[in-house]
């Protein structure tokens, strides 16, 4: 149990353009959903918090005009990267969590490369 | 300000040897911390929780508050423990802050 998924795996994306990441909780109800960025051998850096029905929580630095987040299911957040330049490309890893239990689940990551 | 340190980015042990992850914290309120392992070409995964005060394959930590550490140990390291471990410390509605990771090699 308690699988996230992400949706897509990698992406390639021309400059200027934008892209959408999905992320699911697929066999669990996540009240709280996570963004994180990871750069090559680097650790995870948590962007933003996600909470169903609810605006978005951006960590300090991180552009909420850039990085567009929909959390409008308890199953289902979304991150849009708005027109994308070279250098947001990176991994981007989702996590999910059930209210009242502090585990996080993580989602598998999509590598995203803007050209 | 919250901040995780693990100060080995790389540990190679022999098989069957002890192994030691270092993780020291800063953090103004109550720490909850957290081991979290990466296999290869898998997805982060959660090893341990301070709280549970458990074993989880063969592998324990504990909080030390005056030395703010939660060194993870192992007795008897084995092949199938190479990874990535990273030590985290829960904020606030459990926003996460990693350390930036140790790669583990055991070898035979």
């Known amino acids: 149990g308690a699988v996230v998924s992400q949706h897509p795996s990698r992406v390639i994306c021309k400059s200027g353009t934008s892209v959408k990441i999905e992320c699911r909780s697929l066999d669990f109800q996540a009240t709280t959903m996570f963004w994180y960025r990871q750069f090559p051998k680097q650790s995870l850096m948590l962007m933003a918090t996600s909470n169903e029905g609810s605006k978005a929580t951006y960590e300090q630095g991180v552009e909420k005009d850039k990085f567009l987040i929909n959390h409008a299911s308890l199953t289902l957040s979304t991150l849009t990267v708005t027109s994308a330049h070279p250098e947001d490309s990176s991994f981007y890893i989702c996590?999910?969590?059930?209210?009242?239990?502090?585990?996080?689940?993580f989602g598998p990551g999509t590598r995203l490369t803007v050209t | 300000a919250q901040r995780v340190t693990q100060p080995e980015k790389l540990l190679s042990v022999f098989k069957g040897a002890p192994v030691e992850l270092k993780c020291n914290y800063s953090?103004?309120?109550?720490?909850?911390l957290f081991w979290y392992v990466q296999y290869s070409r898998q997805r982060l995964q959660l090893l341990l929780r301070h709280i549970s005060r458990e074993s989880i394959k063969g592998f324990t930590a504990d909080l030390n508050k005056g030395e703010t550490s939660f060194h993870l140990k192992k007795p008897f390291a084995q092949e199938e423990d190479s990874a990535m471990y990273y030590c985290?410390?829960?904020?606030?509605?459990?926003?996460?802050?990693f350390g930036a990771g140790t790669t583990v090699t055991v070898r035979a």
């Open positions: 985290a410390l829960a904020r606030g509605d459990y926003k996460l802050s």
């Open positions: 953090y103004s309120g109550s720490p909850e």
């Open positions: 996590s999910a969590r059930v209210r009242l239990y502090p585990e996080q689940y």
